[in-house]
């Protein structure tokens, strides 16, 4: 082969390579474990607790008006009354605490320390209020109402869970500024002792249910404060011997401890109310026998619509309906938690504590009653059963979980980046727009060049 042959060749294009009908191997960090990155990455977003709180909270509160709905119709005809009237104070009281919860949201960190004393001396008058003869009601057995007059009472005890959360959280926050939250002593006075004074004012009137979700408030924001494991344990041993005290001393008390686990109505069907839970939610299935068609609504099971409203669902929407229920207060007391533990304000991590432990324990205690598995107690589930005067300060402390979830550092950063791409979004958007505006119109200003 010549010289000139050889350069020729030399100056060819490679020929393309062959196509191959190899498989590609898969990216690394797909399939499931790209799914659960990009989840954990959602789940982990600075806004994450402010929708859920926001969002969990008023599924629960939609859901529990359709439920109060459906399970006080037949409770509403046998006492002569229109089918919608516990319906519609229901409504009523919701709508007044959607005000409530807005104010609570929009209100500053401040504002709510400076409201703690004076709801506290309120509370603890009105509780005073409910044992004077003629102006007390009793309602079940149970002296802790004030008549407003016409069909609208009101129970005070209610008031004072969330007085007890702000002025608790007050005082501890006060306390740990000035480093004091390190000697027992101050630990204890004088968060217990006004604490046991709220509970004696509750047991006046024999309201039991009440008085265990405010010992779980107080042991929840000592837990918060740091309080030492004897500490903590001797104020829980005296706690339950206390509670031992008041069951053993009360027949009505003792018959519904015995009722745990009861699968018939017993002797002089003392345990009816437990029994007819349990059917309820076992004749639900899993998909329930549809909205509006209980059964044991129909007079078989008292009280459907307030402290038993848990097994009524159970029945109408199934295990799909309180699967349901329990998700959405899951995922709000997830986000209290988040919230307490990611604040670097002390007075927001007693409060918002506080606040989930309230409501946590509430709910615990309502649907374990209704599955058999705890003493009835008497207690409304929080935000889903009929009872205005306990909806309207738990709207209230949802709002304050709301306005502690916007004042992380991470959700205003993130709540501003949001305004300014949303002109229409949050109380800055109009100051975007101006800003936006005069530079368009007349450039940069001068101290900016």
Known sequence: ??????????RRPPRPARRTSTVRPPRPGGGPRRLYTRLRRAWDRPLTAYYLILGGSLLILVLGLVMVYSASQIKALQSGLAPSYFFRKQLLAAAIGGVLLLAAARLRVRLHRAMAYPLLVGSVFLMCLVQIPGIGVSVNGNRNWLNLGGPFQM?????????????????????????????????????????FLLLGLIMLGGDMGTAIILTAILFGLLWLAGAPTRLFTGVLGGAVAIGALLILTSANRMSRLACIGATDPGPGDQCWQAVHGIYALASGGFFGSGLGA????????????????????GEELGLAGTLSVLALFAALGYAGIRV?????????RYAAGGVTTWIMAQAVINIGAVLGLLPIAGVPLPLFSYGGSALLPTMFAVGLLIAFARDEPAARAALAALAERKPGFGRRSAGVRWKTMRRRVMGRPSGER
Request: no cysteine; proline share 8%; glycine share 6%.
């Open 1 to 10: 082969m010549t010289a000139r042959s050889a350069k020729a060749v030399s």
């Open 340 to 348: 307490a533990g990611r604040t670097e304000d002390p007075f927001v």
């Open 155 to 195: 129970q005070p005890s209610e008031f004072g869970k969330l007085a007890l959360v702000l002025w608790g959280a007050d005082l501890l926050a006060r306390k740990q500024g000035k480093k004091l939250l390190t000697q027992w002593k101050q630990l204890l006075v004088p968060l217990t002792p006004v604490a």
């Open 294 to 313: 209980s059964m044991e609504k129909w007079g078989e099971l008292p009280e459907p619509h307030t402290d038993f409203i848990f097994a009524i669902t």
